[in-house]
């Protein structure tokens, strides 16, 4: 039983900006240059863009085909493909979406924060007074009034549908983005410490940091959620593909939008970083870098780093709205699908209760950071495993039906999508997974002396 009254895009160059949306956000934004600065450098940059070709790639085109061709909700896609005993699947996608964005919420009110106190306020002028500010706006009244601000602008923005609002957002706010951030990454260029800023963070070589399994850790984690693929976002959005959309050519221009946007961010915060000596804040930290380091040394520049600050940190909003309508549209969804709800009822009732699951998250830094290794480090990627091995094994009948029935895709270029879909993506996303575990336990159980 299909949705009745189905939505669809209105062009497929929507579909791309909305899909390019969801996949460019705070994880370009901060993630990229802080797991690039904690030892990898150019190594990790190698990894992960290795990564992204090899293996999450074909996972990206598997899980539009998944959406696509049968037309259904995460919650039920994997059933409607190959049956009952893949119903865990569907859960799994609206259990890791829902937690994603439960403490995505938290960071974007952070974003929205730091923001508004740029352009009202000011920048801090030391350090000190950054941690006082930081502190301010990641725990009690502050971090949750940011937290639902950000999660009724999502609702918002879901309930008005898939033309109106998602694809109406991504139209304006994509191109914007982009152009934003390369203004930002030229006017960095001309900093005193750029030159040294890429060497050290992006073109330092050292091979040994291949086998470092912390570097192997972040390149995977930073790979898969930055695509975004593994808990059926992109599968929602490609139920409202028309079935002659060229999918692995869409794929390609996603991932690469997505990638383009982690470098261009790397492009600006690592000069910010060596020209105003934040370096080690940068390393040592985790998730505040971004509002600690990157305010105080545009702080440090007057009205220029204020403009910067208030550019760079609309950018950042911008980009985490685009990715939390996709995280939303998955419950949200579900619920049409299965409940056959409204889609305004499924929009404000999940995002009503996603913002009760981070609460807790909004109020301690450790708990938020466990929903991000958790989440994010492990249950997206095991989601991305799923998907490759039920398309490459169990649908890939369908999976080559669909994309030959695009009229689109050439079978041989289905084929070696399939191939590394069957071969290569399981077993090396396999590996990776063990890794993450592996590593995630040491760093949980870790005592320090
Ligand atoms: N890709 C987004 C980012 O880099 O911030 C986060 C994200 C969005 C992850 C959507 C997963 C997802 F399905």
Not at 119 to 126: C, D, E, F, K, T
Not at 411 to 420: E, H, N, S, T
Not at 424 to 444: E, F
Request: with cysteine; proline share 4%.
């Amino acid at each position: 039983m299909a949705t009745a009254q189905k939505e669809s895009w209105q062009s497929g160059l929507g579909f791309v900006l909305a899909a390019s949306g969801s996949a460019v956000g705070l994880g370009n934004l901060w993630g990229f240059a802080y797991r690039a600065s904690q030892g990898g450098g150019g190594t990790f940059v190698l990894l992960y863009v290795l990564i992204v070709m090899t293996i999450c790639l074909p996972v990206l085109v598997a899980e539009m085909v998944l959406g696509r061709s049968t037309g259904r909700s995460p919650l039920l896609a994997p059933v409607q493909a190959a049956g009952r005993a893949w119903q865990p699947m569907g859960w799994l996608f609206v259990v890791v979406s829902c937690g994603i964005l439960a403490f995505y919420g938290v960071l974007m009110g952070w974003t929205g924060q730091t923001l508004l106190h740029a352009l009202q306020v000011g920048l801090p002028s030391s350090m000190g007074e950054a941690e006082l500010f930081f502190a301010g706006i990641s725990g009690g009244q502050s971090a949750i009034a940011g937290q639902a601000v950000s999660m009724l602008l999502t609702a918002v923005v879901v309930a008005a549908g898939v033309q109106a609002g998602i694809e109406r957002l991504s139209r304006m706010a994509l191109p914007m983005l982009f152009l934003l951030l390369v203004v930002l990454a030229v006017w960095a260029s001309s900093l005193p410490g750029a030159a040294e800023g890429y060497r050290t963070f992006l073109l330092r070589w050292d091979s040994q940091e291949l086998f470092n399994i912390t570097t192997i850790r972040n390149a995977f984690t930073q790979a898969f959620f930055s695509v975004g693929t593994g808990i059926g976002a992109i599968l929602a959005y490609s139920a409202y593909l028309n079935r002659k959309a060229p999918i692995p050519s869409e794929a390609v221009a996603i991932v690469g939008l997505d990638t383009a946007v982690g470098l261009l961010a790397g492009l600006l915060t690592f000069p910010v970083v060596i020209s105003f000596g934040l370096g080690d804040a940068v390393s040592g930290s985790t998730i505040g870098t971004i509002f600690l380091s990157l305010p105080t040394g545009l702080g440090s520049i007057g009205l220029t780093g204020r403009i910067v600050a208030v550019t760079f940190f609309s950018l950042a909003y911008l980009a985490a709205i685009t990715s939390s309508v996709s995280l939303l549209e998955v419950p949200v969804a579900a619920l049409m699908d299965r409940c056959n709800w409204s889609r305004r009822n499924a929009a404000w009732v999940s995002a009503a209760v996603i913002f009760v699951v981070g609460l807790p998250a909004a109020t301690d830094l450790n708990v938020l950071g466990t929903m991000d290794d958790l989440f994010g480090g492990v249950l997206l990627i095991a989601g991305g495993l799923l998907i490759a091995v039920l398309m490459g094994w169990f649908a890939s009948r369908s999976f080559l039906e669909d994309l030959k029935n695009s009229g689109i895709t050439p079978p041989a270029r289905a084929g070696i999508i399939l191939f590394f879909l069957r071969w290569v993506s399981p077993l090396v996303i396999a590996a990776g997974l063990l890794i993450s575990v592996v590593d995630l336990i040491g760093k949980w159980t870790y005592v320090p002396r």
